[in-house]
């Protein structure tokens, strides 16, 4: 099924043409009034330029008028081989197509409500015929019955068109023209967007990248280094100030010798608090008890550090890179 992109905003069709898997680019003059585009002919001529194929309107109150004004803009520039001349249905108008299509033009003949008048419109020749079904629905007809009926039409006699799904008001539209059979479908651009979306595929998708990341991503890359180190010397008021400057919930305490004397973490200031009072912040750090920190390799993964973090039930992993220190890893860091 040919994809068109339904629309004259220029910031859209850029987007919508970056896809790079378009057939082209339908357009409306009431689009174009809307979007408030003055030169129509220069809009066209500009539009021409960044799509494959370029649908636009031919009008006129007669057949002579319709195939003066297609060749009007042949002769502006358009091309031929690229462009769709859109001809509302009407006696007049299947006349103009007929006439353009001996002359080896292409032509949409669209505002179709009714099977005879795409009937009308595929004896014509017309290259598309265009099944508005957002409007037919809007006033209470059964416009899919009207898809399907000029699609097995065109199947049962062999016509050449192909038939245009059009009015698409939202991503179920989609849907019913591809059931449908339907040649080809004109979306809007807020439609369009919308047809890959899907909460299973972004929930699965989420959850890819976030295994990706815990196998590909070292503990070195998220190891916080800067300012996460204070002397024993210090007191757990200086700790607490480190902690609140660097944004980390816990600081390592070096002894004056050399060495590392402990872990300092918000878990245990909130402890002492509870169990001491606010005295306990003028403490030296050398005061507190010592222990060896719970610790992994820069080198180790993520997924290696989820486990290292279950394991030894902490919220604070020293991170070492062979004989030193590199910092601290944080379980948030890692959740």
């Keep these: 099924m ?5 629309s004259v905003n220029f910031d859209e069709i850029r987007e919508a043409s970056s896809l790079g898997y378009l057939t082209g680019l339908t357009t409306t003059p009431t689009f174009m009034f809307r979007d408030g585009i003055k030169d129509i002919d220069g809009a066209m001529l500009d539009l021409a330029k960044m799509v494959d194929v370029l649908q636009v309107e031919a009008l006129g109150n007669n057949a002579d008028e319709i195939v003066a004004e297609a060749e009007r803009l042949v002769a502006l520039g358009l091309d031929p081989a690229k462009t769709v001349f859109k001809i509302p249905v009407s006696l007049e108008g299947t006349k103009a197509c007929k006439r353009l299509r001996n002359k080896g033009l292409m032509v949409n003949l669209h505002l179709v409500y009714t099977l005879q008048q795409a009937y009308m419109a595929f004896a014509a020749g017309a290259t598309y015929v265009c099944p508005l079904v957002g409007r037919l629905q809007d006033q209470g007809h059964d416009a899919l019955g009207l898809v399907q009926d000029c699609v097995e039409v065109v199947d049962r ?10 009015s698409v008001r939202h991503a179920e539209h989609v849907k019913n023209a591809l059931q449908l059979g339907v040649h080809t479908c004109t979306i809007p651009w807020k ?70 004397h402990r872990v300092f973490s918000d878990g245990d200031l909130r402890r002492m608090l509870e169990e001491k009072g606010e005295h306990i912040l003028q403490t030296r750090l050398a005061e507190l008890e010592g222990f060896a920190p719970k610790s992994i390799s820069a080198a180790a993964s993520l997924m290696d550090a989820q486990a290292r973090f279950k394991e030894t039930k902490v919220d604070t992993l020293l991170v070492t890179e062979g004989e030193g220190v590199l910092g601290l890893l944080d379980i948030q860091d890692v959740l």
């Design 191 to 260: 439609v369009m967007k919308a047809l890959t979306e899907n909460h299973f595929t972004r929930i699965g998708t989420e959850e890819f990248v976030r295994h990706t990341n815990l196998l590909t991503t070292k503990v070195a890359d998220l190891a916080r280094r800067d300012d996460v180190q204070i002397e024993a010397s210090a007191t757990i008021l200086d700790a607490l100030l480190k902690m609140s400057r660097s944004k980390t919930g816990a600081v390592i305490v070096n002894k004056a010798e050399g060495g590392i």
């Design 157 to 166: 006699y062999g016509y050449d068109s192909k038939i245009m799904f059009s």
């Design 2 to 6: 040919e994809l068109y992109l339904d």
